[in-house]
């Protein structure tokens, strides 16, 4: 786990794929989400802790993509 954001658990996974993108779980929702971008590439999440969600990664959004390309080196160019 990457991070836990009030009852939103934030996870970049190794081994994962392209493009670089983080999870955040709750108790009923999932939803991954670009790091590039931070669009939400797939999933759900209310809109009140999607928007939690956003704020939190454009601020951590270096840090989230330094981890990813860390987990997943099999994705490097």
Known sequence: MFEFLQGIKIYVYDFDH???HFHAISAEYE????????EVLKGEMPKPQLKR???WAK????AL???FEFLNPHLRK
């Not at 601020?59 to 270096?62: D, K, L, T």
Request: aromatic share 0%; no cysteine; glycine share 0%.
């Open 53 to 55: 969600i956003l704020k």
């Open 18 to 20: 392209n493009p670089p």
């Open 65 to 67: 993509l330094e981890e």
């Open 31 to 38: 939803v991954l989400i670009s790091i590039i971008t931070l």
């Open 59 to 62: 601020i951590n959004q270096q």
